[in-house]
């Protein structure tokens, strides 16, 4: 089947308005102020709650 009539320009860039990527958003860490994903262990000190750090670094190859 072939399209009876050709989708203009405008029709289908307002169609694909919302196919945009968003930005990542990021968070500082509460012990070390680094930028970290929300809900995640901090990459740069492994903080990830009160009761929980995980290690990070040499001592993490061990």
């Known amino acids: 089947m072939v399209p009876v009539?050709?989708?203009?320009k405008c029709r289908k860039?307002?169609?694909?308005s919302?196919?945009?990527l968003r930005?990542?958003?990021l968070a500082p860490c509460p012990?070390?102020?680094?930028?970290k994903?929300?809900?995640?262990a901090c990459g740069n000190c492994g903080y990830?709650?009160?009761?929980?750090?995980?290690?990070v670094g040499e001592a993490a190859a061990t």
């Open 5 to 8: 009539k050709k989708t203009s």
């Open 13 to 16: 860039r307002k169609r694909r």
């Open 18 to 20: 919302h196919h945009a």
């Open 23 to 25: 930005a990542v958003g």
């Open 31 to 35: 012990k070390c102020t680094k930028t």
């Open 37 to 40: 994903l929300p809900h995640a």
């Open 48 to 55: 990830v709650s009160s009761k929980l750090a995980l290690p």
